[in-house]
């Protein structure tokens, strides 16, 4: 085998992944990344902190904009002023009212000379006049001039209220006649009674003197509904006029004026300015250019799988939405804690889900440019944000590449939170704050910072896994679990082959390791990539142990059918358990579509060594070829495995004879013609499967007997 045809072969597969079918699904994916950077640089918020009253202000503050504000102060003023023109509002006293008609009813029973003054009205009809005047006397509202007025522009339901002048002093006046007469009028026209019945009954309570109180409650509700009627008072503040100054007690009126600014500000933002979304486009062009380059150039393997590159896109923008989703609401927020935030931490979620289902390269690139990204277009502390998130992005990746465990995942973001700790005691030392209390803001958010970033990363794991087919080290963990189902099976029901499996998965993870393959999916697939023999176990030598070969009883062409059928009915078995797809490509691929050689020279034999009365293709595995490193080198590890056994002296030099040979066979049948291995890889990969094999296969002295 030459090197040319192995290298030709890997530039090969890489163009193919490259070729224009997949074109347009590569080209959506980073219009979708583009279109996302353009929203995300074009609709920025404004930040402007807001203190709590009565704190001390540390820093001048400047008016940015021109803009009004509501002066409470000048509202306050006017208010007053308006409700100074309310008076007093009185009432008739019920007991005064209830008095008179009392007496009225008594004088009519009394002097009958009312019958022949009013000979055409009926008793009855002067009874019930008396009641409703009694009535309309009881619900009356009496004022002066100004204050009726002044109900009346407020709206006010003017029914029942008179104008009078002021009572003596004791309380008490006779009723003008004004409010007699439009009592009479109201009575007369609203409810129909006869004009000479109403005049005869106001008559006489016209001749009493009234006592008059104050009606607290309603004068109470017209001065309430007369304050909200005036308006707000506005002062014009001019841009660069000084708002707050160094050490000022921050006071109510201070606080409206930087909330009426930082409204001005954002209202007078035009978002869909031509050149803005010009401006950034380019920045999105130039950040994304940056990116697509060094994923095309230094991530092969992100940049020819179209799945990879989703999920790192799908990552990178989830990243984004969440951070612009955050800012929104931490700058409009009104809680102090909230605004007080400082230092929000969205690097570490994306260097934590990037480093753990594609490699820490990457992410150590995207938290360089995500921190950079974010220190520009968010509001915060440009410096102080970028130092912190790179400080915590970084931590997080030394950390969590070694995650085997999903509940380490807590572990890391601690980590990450308490590298982030110095970096905030730090900051306040600079700005000499350090006993202020808002370094325990600073401490308390970015701990919720981190805590979120770990029940959030913990949600989605499972969720970019199944939906891209990713598998990560914590996934691989738990099905190397012993106690799996399967794994249970398999060592109960065919022992040899569970321990065939263990010593192909150390191989296998030495060889990838030592060429910077997945070692760990090595290890962990291979344990289940013969679990199609618990079907037929005993048809498979290393299950015999050493009792009766039930080939004997087969033809060349029988035993070689039950041999290839462990390969499908895996496939079946991994479906069946749910099994990843990845392992079921291994349980396909690693045997790919070599021949059953052992039945198939036994065939030949049987024929008189005629290879031509030999069908060949009835002894091939159905594959297919391995697709991948790992898929390659479990093909090699497993066929150097099988044939060491039959080794009498496993030297390391006859190891390596076999090695070679083995691997000579299979890339001359083409069955790494559709893997990326490279020929200085499989060299690398050859060696380290003669060191890892000689030691386990290394003899031992014998021990002299007893006696």
Same mark, same amino acid.
């Given at each position: 085998?030459?090197?040319? %045809? ?110 022949? %003054? ?15 005047? +009694? ?61 000479? /019945? ?70 007078? %933002? ?9 401006? +950034? ?71 934590? $889900? ?47 590449? +070694? ?14 939170? $308490? ?87 150390? $191989?296998?993870? /030495?060889?990838?390791? /030592? ?52 390969? /499908? ?96 066979d299979k890339a001359d049948e083409g069955q790494f013609d559709e893997c990326q291995l490279t020929f200085e890889e499989l060299g ?24």
């Amino acid at each position: 085998m030459s090197s040319d %045809r192995l290298e030709k072969k890997a530039v090969k597969k890489i163009r193919e992944h490259f070729r224009d079918d997949r074109f347009g699904e590569r080209m959506l994916i980073v219009m979708t990344l583009l279109l996302f950077l353009l929203a995300f640089f074009h609709f920025k918020e404004v930040r402007v902190d807001i203190l709590p009253v009565n704190s001390t202000s540390r820093q001048y503050v400047v008016a940015q904009v021109d803009f009004q504000f509501p002066d409470q102060e000048a509202t306050l003023l006017l208010r007053r002023e308006a409700v100074r023109d309310i008076g007093t509002i009185y009432q008739v006293s019920n007991s005064e009212v209830h008095q008179r008609r009392v007496e009225f009813e008594q004088y009519l029973i009394e002097h009958r000379d009312w019958r022949s %003054r009013l000979f055409s009205i009926t008793f009855e009809e002067v009874y019930n006049a008396a009641d409703l005047v +009694s009535k309309m006397l009881e619900d009356a509202k009496l004022t002066d001039a100004r204050t009726y007025e002044k109900i009346r522009q407020s709206g006010g339901d003017l029914s029942q209220y008179f104008i009078v002048e002021n009572p003596s002093a004791d309380g008490s006046m006779y009723l003008s006649s004004s409010l007699w007469d439009a009592i009479e009028t109201r009575v007369v026209k609203k409810y129909g009674f006869k004009r000479k /019945a109403v005049n005869y009954v106001i008559d006489y309570y016209s001749d009493a003197k009234w006592k008059l109180s104050e009606d607290n409650d309603t004068q109470s509700f017209f001065r309430q509904a007369v304050e909200a009627s005036v308006p707000s008072r506005y002062t014009d503040v001019k841009e660069g006029s000084t708002l707050i100054k160094r050490g000022d007690q921050i006071n109510d009126k201070q606080v409206a004026m930087v909330q009426a600014m930082k409204k001005q500000i954002a209202d007078s %933002r035009n978002i869909w300015d031509f050149e803005g979304i010009i401006g +950034s486009l380019f920045f999105a062009l130039i950040v994304g250019g940056i990116g697509i380059y060094y994923v095309y150039f230094h991530q092969k393997e992100v940049a020819i799988s179209v799945r990879r590159l989703c999920l790192y896109v799908t990552i990178v923008i989830l990243t984004l939405v969440i951070a612009k989703v955050s800012e929104y609401f931490l700058v409009r927020a009104s809680n102090y804690f909230f605004q007080m935030i400082q230092y929000p931490l969205f690097i570490p979620f994306a260097a934590l $889900l990037i480093c753990v289902l594609l490699n820490k390269n990457l992410a150590l690139f995207t938290t360089f440019m995500l921190t950079v990204i974010m220190g520009i277009s968010l509001s915060v502390d440009h410096s102080r944000f970028l130092f912190i998130n790179m400080v915590t992005g970084m931590a997080t990746i030394l950390f969590a590449k +070694s995650m085997r465990k999903r509940k380490e995942v807590f572990t890391v973001c601690g980590v990450a939170w $308490l590298s982030a700790i110095p970096v905030i005691f730090a900051f306040h030392l600079a700005m000499n704050t350090l006993w202020d209390v808002v370094i325990l803001i600073d401490l308390a958010s970015t701990f919720l910072s981190m805590l979120l970033t770990a029940l959030i990363v913990i949600g989605l794991l499972p969720i970019l896994e199944g939906l891209f087919h990713i598998m990560t080290d914590i996934t691989l963990m738990e099905y190397m679990d012993p106690n799996n189902e399967l794994l249970r099976r398999l060592s109960i029901e065919a022992p040899g082959t569970y321990q065939h499996s263990l010593v192909v998965g150390s $191989l296998s993870e /030495a060889a990838a390791r /030592a060429i910077g393959a997945n070692g760990l999916f090595c290890r962990v697939s291979t344990l289940y990539h013969d679990i199609g023999k618990l079907f037929n176990p005993h048809y498979f030598t290393e299950n015999q142990m050493g009792g009766f070969d039930i080939h004997q009883l087969l033809t060349p062409i029988e035993s070689t059918q039950v041999i290839i059928a462990h390969v /499908a009915e895996g496939e079946a078995l991994a479906r069946k358990y749910g099994l990843p797809r990845q392992f079921i490509d291994i349980i396909r691929e690693h045997h790919g579509t070599t021949i059953v050689y052992f039945f198939y020279a036994k065939q030949v034999e049987q024929m008189g060594g005629d290879v031509d009365k030999v069908n060949v293709n009835s002894f091939r595995y159905p594959g297919p070829k391995p697709r991948s490193k790992e898929s390659a080198i479990i093909m090699i590890a497993d066929t150097v495995e099988a044939a060491s056994r039959a080794m009498e002296e496993p030297s390391e030099e006859a190891i390596a004879e076999l090695v070679d040979r083995l691997v000579d066979d299979k890339a001359d049948e083409g069955q790494f013609d559709e893997c990326q291995l490279t020929f200085e890889e499989l060299g690398i990969v050859k060696r380290a499967i003669v060191k890892t094999l000689a030691v386990t296969r290394h003899l031992r002295i014998k021990y002299p007997e007893r006696k």
